[in-house]
């Protein structure tokens, strides 16, 4: 029986060689406007992959008054068409079709940028996750971005594109026909016909310019599920009306709104919300429309995408961030290898990075974006050796991993019944446990791959060195570091004292986070999830400073809940009993002032410390001293340091072995430090 999922499929005159897309998304690559060299290799090893259509930008901007917000492609201007045909070239060059998205963010972006220029809408409505108020459009702006549009279908055209797709959903665009973000009362609004006028405009004039063969297509809202805006019913009419007008080839659906962060995780769910939400709804989509329907909404499993094309709810499933963790997923269906791909566990580490740092990452995929310098395929080495590994974590694991896909015999030692390092404490928090994935993995590549792993299994410099390695790799990964209070520290216990469930405090709880990241927000959702008063301390200006705007929304949502309190810019002093419980002296870098809190638990979170003696006791006996050179570290390149000329291995550590810091961090340490091996 063949595989719905293999099979190839018409869209107008193009033929996709499967059903598997990669939805449009701005990873932020671009180098002023620009898709050089890492957003076009970036692409190009999706197409490896064999996926059978990448879409990208989300989305390219076609005119000045649009800045990006998000590191957008420029497609308003010409010096884009070069770097357009380039990308196309090495996507089709593998076999696979390429189309753009392309948009006038509206007042989805900032004016403080770019150009400074105000940004535009139907009315002066603010949108709150990007604070802009925006001018209302006059009617030389609504001719002025119709131009616009139609330039940049053409340029994208002339690129070489296959097609293109419009932004129709919390964009400009879609705001003149959404009652929400529309409240004219001239003859661009009121009533439902006015309020459809300027984007059937543009797509008038983008179909004028690029001609009736290139596709065109829309991502579009089918139903915003928000006070104010318009239902299915109303989304069904338009889509129906688009169809009609010959003036779209596809319709990729979406439902929602995102005018802020609780919305827009709602379109894009992360870990611990449900699978594939939309995904029924696009299928009734597909059931009254003869356009070829496309949906990406968290399908990130084999057995759901192929559910979806079997069952007829869509024509093609985008496995978007599944890409991000694993761009040669399609390949591997292919050829009978799916129990190896790497799976995506949901963190939105990619999406949230956009935003916090200006760059789209996969929390367990170091390759993806550094496709320059970073293989995702390890070739075998030209000869084999002996390579130690201690510490089962996410960088041990991915350490040991690369190793042994270099062919090297590897040993793996840990000292926990168990691998997967701080991870496990992490997945204690139920929402999270999706996160097990990026050690299940691991653990099953460990096993095909033949590496010894040994649990249970205490490393001390002796039993490193009778392995008689030629590598060695510390993962020892950190303990908790306590916060520097002036007094009272033996008072406290710490977030992995929670998560690991040693301490279960009840009663009033005063949880002192000087750290930020998921680590002290898990655990106070797990306190204040369990009846806790609680109270959350931190010297920061805002509460998990570290996580990113998708991921704070569960937290947030779990402390409004419960009525927690969240205390900024204070920090906790001192604790000493008194009266049978504790009291924390809060005070402030702002002022001199402190306040008492007499409560039952203090908890504390201010990251980690190395566990670095075993590190140090191999250091003497090591070639480099356990020297890394960064130049060629950052180049890709192997490392050749020797600095003792009777050492016997090179040495490395990695990951909170060498300082505290995240996920990402430990694997990408363990994949450009043993990929040359």
Known sequence: MSDP???????????????????SHEPAYADAGMPTDRYRLYHEEKAKGGVALTMTAGSAVVAEDSPPSFGNLHAYDDEIVPWIQRLTDGVHEHGAACMIQITHLGRRTGWAGGDWLPVL??????EPAHRSIPKEAEDWDIERIVAKYADAA???????????????????FDAWWSPGTNRRSDEWGGSFDNRLRFPWMVLEAVRDRVGPDFIIGLRMFIEESVPGG?????????????????????????KGSIHNDVELTDVIPIHGMPAAPFLDFAGMVRSATNLAVLHAAKIDDVATARHAIREGKLDLVGMTRAQIADPHLVNKIISGREDQIRPCVGATYCLDRIYEAGEALCIH??????????????????????????????????????????????TVLEAMPWAGGQIRLAVRNPRRVDLIGIVDWRVKELERLGVDVRCDTFADADLVLSLQPDVVIVATGGLPQPPELESGIEHVATSWDVLGGDVTPTGRVLFYDDNGTHSALSAAEMIARSGADLEIVTPERMFGIEVGGMNHVPYARAFNETDTRISINQRVVTVRPEDGALCAEVGSDHSEHCSPRHVDHVIVDHGTQPMDELYFDLKPSSINLGAVDYGTLIDGRPQTLERNATGSFQLFRIGDAVAGRNIHAAIYDALRLVKDL
């Open 230 to 254: 318009f239902d299915a019913e109303v989304g069904m009419d338009i889509l129906g009306r688009l169809e009609a007008a010959a003036l779209i080839d596809f319709i990729n659906v979406a």
């Open 5 to 23: 999922l293999l099979e190839p499929f018409e869209l107008k005159h193009l033929t996709l060689r499967n059903r598997i897309f990669s939805s």
């Open 365 to 410: 995929n170091a390759a993806t974006s550094r496709e320059a310098t970073m293989p995702h395929v390890i070739e075998h080495a030209d000869h084999t050796r002996r390579v130690v590994v201690i510490g089962a974590g996410p960088g041990g694991l991915e350490a040991a991993r690369v190793a042994g896909e270099r062919g090297h015999d590897v």
């Open 121 to 126: 809408a139907p009315s002066p409505i603010r």
């Open 154 to 172: 053409e340029r994208m055209q002339a690129g070489g594109m296959d097609g293109i797709e419009l932004q129709s959903y919390g964009h400009l």
